[in-house]
């Protein structure tokens, strides 16, 4: 009995022993093979540290591939507190060096970390510190590469490419709506230590880093190079309270520029204010448009067939009566019988106001809306403002009237320039867009592409075009004549708002606006200007805006390579205006014989003797009367 015992009690151990052995060796086979990456991560992480290396941001393209913005590479401080052999002189010396206190310097020195950053006396240092730091060749101080942006012409789009923090990260404008795209992913340098912190001599491992997506713009950075120039020269004429200025091509919705004033500086957006850095006005700004809206009355009443341009009439006695109110004509006395095309031309608000007063409140304020008044384009741009339309139940006669020649409803600059695009491709409203595509950092293949959507027709190509047609002859016969370029066929329409401040309309402070486009015939590029509050000169929009908007058209026929167009208007002068005249053939002429043809111009002379075998411009040409024709001379029969 007593052996039987024994033995059974021998079984249970071995049972027991066996059962321990499976365990343990289930228990090894688990970590050696299931569990072996985590614990070998936690493993390397008690003797593995990481230096980090930051990625590039993704790099910002005009359509063209020119660098609107970049980074810079530059190298900041990162301590290892464990491995400073003598921490008083180590903050000792990098407080002189980097021009901090050293009580500061003993808090990065001192912190219990494994990695500390010094921030932010350390980031982003120049080369002559960085070089300062190495050559102490300190225990535990390390440089580290950083990436600063970079932005190559300053303020150029400042408000839309906007800014980044000291860490890099999107803080307004494209580098904040695309911070998740342009931000790339961290590399480190990992290296391993014992426990007390202390560096092991082993191979050191480079984790590259994932530079950011980079961004191509639908802007032409020959285009908003003249807008910007245009817009500081704007600045230096008349200093205004704001000025600003879109250029979009109206047959997809593309912007191809876009600025403000007062802009900044993003690489020192710390100096400006908040208004200043976060109003990007084109998108943002809110005002009652003038007489550009004129265009959108134009459009509703031709769709709806209401007005001959050139057979029906209007007498324009200076004023209007609306109920109670009297509406005036800019000309005193008026401008007497006219067509409707005149009234377009002359910008007369009683012409409008009998327009408006033709198609009625409930077919204006659909068109109105249908043109994309009163709500958001949807731009890809923040900060983007509504405007402000009457309730349609608050429109009275007079409510109706003073929206017909754009007074008492407030818009956008994006919304102007978008509807009024549509009204001259042929009817389509599109949506504005800026980001033309996402691409690949390494190859810059397209990731995503945006493309041009239509929101809607909004009226008949033959309404279009007679759209076209007058407001052509705006610039031509009428108030836009600033802005003609001869063989271009422009057109236009100017604006001249009153602002208004605690509900009642300002004296003397306008803003003055000018939409032009061209081709007149077949639009590829359309520019609005608005100056806000011009000094020291009488505040029109085609005596102040027209002429920007006209060097900024300049700028977009070489920038698109627009040929010349014949059949368009010619041009009606007055007495201020420069005129154009044709340059004649006078190659193969005697000099006397040709001055005889070159009475209109200046005439200079290269050359000897008295046969022309060249000049320059080409016979043909249209410039202004009293500009240069050089002419080489040489001796007759040569």
Not at 383 to 405: C, K, M, Q, R, Y
Not at 444 to 454: A, D, F, G, W, Y
Not at 508 to 521: K, M, Q
Not at 559 to 579: Q, S
């Amino acid at each position: 009995m007593f052996f039987k015992n024994i033995h059974s009690r021998i079984k249970i151990l071995l049972f027991i022993i066996i059962l321990l052995m499976i365990l343990i060796i289930a228990k090894v086979f688990y970590i050696q093979v299931i569990d072996y990456e985590r614990l070998n991560k936690y493993a390397s992480g008690l003797w593995s540290r990481n230096l980090p290396i930051e990625a590039n941001r993704g790099l910002i393209f005009d359509r063209n591939g020119n660098v609107l913005a970049d980074n810079l590479t530059t190298t900041s401080l990162v301590l290892i507190p464990n491995q400073i052999a003598d921490k008083n002189i180590t903050a000792q010396k990098l407080s002189s060096i980097l021009g901090v206190s050293f009580d500061d310097m003993k808090k990065h020195v001192y912190k219990k970390t494994s990695i500390e950053r010094v921030h932010p006396e350390g980031r982003r240092l120049t080369y002559e510190i960085a070089d300062r730091i190495l050559s102490l060749n300190l225990p535990g101080v390390y440089l580290v590469k950083e990436a600063k942006r970079n932005y190559p012409y300053d303020t150029f789009m400042s408000h839309t490419l906007g800014f980044v923090g000291i860490d890099n990260q999107g803080l307004s404008g494209l580098e904040l709506m695309y911070d998740k795209y342009l931000t790339g992913s961290y590399g480190a340098i990992k290296y391993f230590s014992d426990a007390k912190g202390q560096r092991l001599e082993l191979s050191e491992i480079y984790e590259k880093p994932q530079d950011g997506i980079n961004m191509t713009l639908t802007i032409n950075y020959d285009i908003q190079s003249a807008l910007e120039r245009e817009l500081n020269n704007a600045v230096s004429k008349y200093n205004p309270d704001q000025a600003l200025g879109i250029v979009m091509d109206p047959n997809t919705g593309e912007i191809l520029a876009l600025s403000s004033r007062p802009n900044f500086s993003p690489s020192n957006y710390q100096n400006y204010t908040v208004e200043e850095i976060n109003r990007n006005l084109p998108i943002w700004a809110t005002y009652e448009p003038g007489s550009t809206f004129k265009i959108i009355t134009l459009a509703s009443v031709l769709e709806e067939k209401l007005i001959d341009l050139e057979k029906d009439t209007f007498h324009d006695s200076g004023s209007i009566k609306v109920e109670n109110a009297r509406l005036r004509c800019w000309k005193h006395g008026g401008h007497g019988s006219q067509t409707y095309l005149q009234v377009v031309e002359n910008s007369c608000n009683p012409g409008f106001v009998s327009l408006g007063l033709k198609i009625g409140k409930e077919k204006l304020f659909s068109y109105i809306n249908n043109f994309g008044f009163g709500k958001k384009t949807g731009v890809d741009l923040n900060g983007e403002g509504s405007g402000i339309l009457f309730n349609l139940d608050n429109v009275g006669p007079v409510e109706l009237a003073t929206t017909a020649f754009g007074q008492g409803v407030s818009v956008t600059p994006i919304q102007q320039i978008t509807a009024v695009s549509a009204s001259i491709n042929g009817g389509y409203l599109y949506k504005p867009y800026i980001v033309k595509s996402l691409n690949e950092p390494v190859t810059n293949s397209v990731i995503k592409l945006n493309e041009s959507q239509v929101v809607r027709k909004v009226i008949s190509e033959d309404t279009s075009a007679k759209v076209r047609y007058a407001l052509e002859s705006v610039v031509s016969n009428g108030t836009g004549r600033p802005a003609y370029i001869e063989n271009y066929r422009v057109g236009g329409k100017t604006g001249t708002a009153q602002k208004v401040k605690d509900g009642r309309y300002m004296v003397g402070n306008y803003i003055v606006s000018f939409i032009g486009f061209l081709p007149a015939d077949d639009p590829k590029v359309v520019v609005y200007i608005a100056i806000d509050n011009a000094k020291g000169v009488t505040q029109y929009g085609g005596t102040i805006a027209g002429p920007i908007a006209r060097n900024v058209l300049l700028e977009t026929i070489d920038a698109l390579d627009i040929e010349k167009r014949t059949g368009g208007m010619t041009k009606k002068y007055n007495y201020l205006d420069k005129v154009y005249a044709t340059v004649p053939e006078v190659r193969g002429m005697k000099v006397k014989e040709a001055m005889s043809l070159l009475k209109s111009f200046k005439v200079e002379f290269s050359g000897t003797g008295s046969d022309i075998v060249h000049q320059s411009p080409s016979a043909g040409e249209r410039i202004y009367e009293g500009n240069v024709v050089r002419l080489l001379l040489t001796e007759g029969g040569e």
